[in-house]
């Protein structure tokens, strides 16, 4: 058989010089150039037993589980919170009943932020963007009706997570349930928060040191949580490539082990629950390749490079997400043709979890309606297009192979540099994640405004305008939810209170793990914006420098 270059030469040039190649941008969102096409030649320096192995096996680039979804198919998770405790409880147990599998909470921007509903700087943003939890009477009417032993919760809450996850089982100890079949999993990854989103509170040391907290404590207590969520998906929407995603994130979740191993801990107990969540945006074979290049980074540098032993400590196990930066307001039904193709790509990259984005993403918080649409598509990827009847379908495709091979050893690329520079902590401090993300944000966003990039209904294929209903808060929950917090203050024993925020305050101090002590003060319904603060009193705020 000819040579690719032969073929190239003798049929392929002559061809496009009779019918030239469309004047088009080819690259990926990675600005990565895709050659024509793939043959065995491009795979030369592959090593199938080596790159590839089996699904279930190191380096797990074909996915976690021997069976992965002829055994389970991925959970169904559609991120969800607005208003009140009591109307985010309906929401969740109505995604429930339309056949979604796995939860998963939003709260809005004070809780984010570690403010109580009441506090003056929450004024209009309370029940927003997610559900308002102030304390642990607002957790039990969230969770209302929801076994915490049947039904895996995830939520998104990063600076206040140990506070927010105290509560969480705080619940579920008041419904008398055995904490070690209590599932799920928080986000916790502050480490991205100074990249890209930037809900901080405490300065980046003392907030990993509280991250750490939950590597120490969770394994021993909740076995089956996973206490991290190591997150590409706020980098990407930040402006990231997917390349510069993959790579932060992974340099995140390095961060992470190497500060827990600094703090003693044996890899092995704690690394098999480390989990993470990837952005899945247009361009499909990019982010197949990249959730395939992740589980092998993973794989490689637990193993290699940390000394893990335990199998599952080299697991990389992710929830994904539809990119939400890629759902323009223009048009917005096309988005839900947009969310399909990209839940497709995180079926046959092989996510465990998948939350698929609503077509009104970029007007408001998502119609009941809209959201259903989203689970719907979920469900026929499932149960009616057969991809998840073979265990990773594409493998040996030659593109998909040269693809994952490309985006490892770009991301490790950039891993290697972060490393030079000192690690994370370092390139935060520098402004250095910032930059790259802006440079290529910048290069994005001209590609779309010079037509180099065609985005369909914003640059190309425009129409008039198109309205659809949009889900709208009630500006009431504000009230409810002060007046909740002030029966809650009444009624608590404030002794205890003050018991157990003095307890929390000599965590930060000693340095001694803080987890039992947030438990306390979630059973002692201090409220969220206490815990913060007093944490602020030994931990200062973190201020982002000007970077210049
Ligand atoms: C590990 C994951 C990724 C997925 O966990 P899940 O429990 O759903 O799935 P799972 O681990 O695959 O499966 C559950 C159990 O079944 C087992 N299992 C699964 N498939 C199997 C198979 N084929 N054979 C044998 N066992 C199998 C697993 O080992 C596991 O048990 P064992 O555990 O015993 O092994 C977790 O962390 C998760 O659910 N993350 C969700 C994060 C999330 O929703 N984030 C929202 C962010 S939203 C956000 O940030 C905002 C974005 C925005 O701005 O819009």
Known sequence: MKSKNEWMQSVYSPAAQKFPERKYNFKNLSDMEPEPIYTADDLKDWDAERDLGYP??????????????RGKLWTMRMFAGFGSAEQTNERFHALLRAGQTGLSTAFDLPTLMGYDSDHPFSKGEVGKCGVAVSSLADMEILFRGIDPTQVTTSMTINSPANAIWAMYIANAQKQGKDLGQVGGTIQNDILKEFIAQKEFIYPPAPSVKLVIDT???????????????????HIREAGATGVQELAFTLADGFHYVEKALERGLNIDEFAPRISFFWDIHNDFFEEIAKLRAARRIWARQMRDHYGAKNPRSWMLRTHSQTAGVSLPAQQPLNNIARVAIQALAAV??????????????????????????????????????GVAGVVDPLAGSYY????????????????????????????????????????????????????????????????DAVEVPIQLIDPQVEVLQAERLAQVRRERDPQRVQAALDALRDTAVTGANSMPAFLECAHAYCTLGEQMDILKTVYGEYVEPAIV
């Open 348 to 385: 046959l990259g092989g996510t465990q979890s998948l939350h698929t984005d609503s077509f009104d993403e970029a007007l408001a918080l998502p119609t009941e309606e809209a959201a259903t649409i989203a689970l719907r598509t979920q469900q026929i990827i499932a149960y009616e297009t």
């Open 215 to 233: 590597f120490e404590w969770g394994p021993k207590v909740l076995p089956k949580w996973n206490f991290i969520s190591v997150s590409g998906y």
């Open 56 to 69: 279930g096996e190191f380096p797990y680039t074909r996915g976690v589980q021997p069976s992965v979804y």
């Open 400 to 463: 998909v192979e040269k693809l994952t091979n490309d985006i490892e050893a770009a991301a490790m690329g950039y891993i290697e540099q972060i490393r030079m520079m000192g690690g994370v902590e370092a390139g935060i401090d520098s402004g250095f994640f910032q930059l790259e993300m802006a440079e290529a944000a910048y290069r994005y966003q001209r590609e779309v405004e010079t037509k180099d990039r065609i985005v369909v209904g914003v640059n190309e294929f425009v129409q």
